[in-house]
């Protein structure tokens, strides 16, 4: 299984079905926390039954390469303090996708989520052979700012009524990390 430590107990990886229990309870205890900075959810993503479904359904994604689902995990505590998904993964011509994330509010302001971006993002640079990865954050969202400026990525502008966020329609800062080492894949593939 694909695996990144980040520091002594906490790691990146792959989500899967075995962790039904633990994004369960991950949403469910961060449900005010996030709720400033996500969309609004119905109740079934804060049960079991709403993850299992989904679960199902991100496997499939998975597989075809269309999306990927990141958990960032506490081992110590066997908790999920943290998640990334790489989505709208796109190859030829445009070999990009967005990256969204969040994190458990106990393990904010730690540097964990910086660390756990930079191993996703090189992961799909060096083995998935992506050229770009696009993130965007409220303007008044300083956390995610500094997340995404400490890995490299940079500004491209300003997208208006971009994402429909907690019921209201918010502006976001538009960044991308660009591959500069990315070589074009072999046509005959």
């Not at 075995?18 to 996500?38: A, G, H, S």
């Not at 509010?105 to 910086?114: A, K, R, T, V």
């Not at 400490?150 to 208006?160: D, Q």
């Amino acid at each position: 299984m694909l695996a990144f430590s980040l520091v002594d107990g906490v790691m990146v990886r792959f989500l899967t079905y075995d962790d039904v229990n633990r994004i369960t309870e991950y949403y469910q205890k961060n449900r005010i926390f996030l709720q400033e900075w996500e969309p609004i959810r119905g109740e079934s993503f804060f049960e079991y039954e709403g993850w299992s479904r989904r679960l199902s359904q991100l496997s499939q994604l998975h597989k075809h390469h269309l999306a990927y689902y990141f958990v960032m995990v506490d081992t110590n505590k066997d908790v999920i303090c943290g998640v990334l998904n790489l989505s709208n993964l796109i190859q030829y011509p445009f070999y990009a996708c967005q990256l969204g994330y969040s994190i458990d509010e106990d393990y904010q302001g730690q540097g964990l989520m910086s660390l756990a971006v930079k191993s996703v993002v090189q992961w799909l640079f060096e083995y998935r052979g992506y050229h770009r990865v696009i993130a965007g954050y409220m303007p008044k969202n300083k956390r995610s700012e500094r997340v995404l400026n400490k890995c490299g990525f940079e500004r491209e502008g300003l997208a208006k009524s971009y994402l429909l966020i907690n019921g209201c329609w918010e502006d976001h800062i538009l960044m991308a990390n660009i591959n500069q080492d990315w070589i074009a894949p072999d046509a005959s593939e």
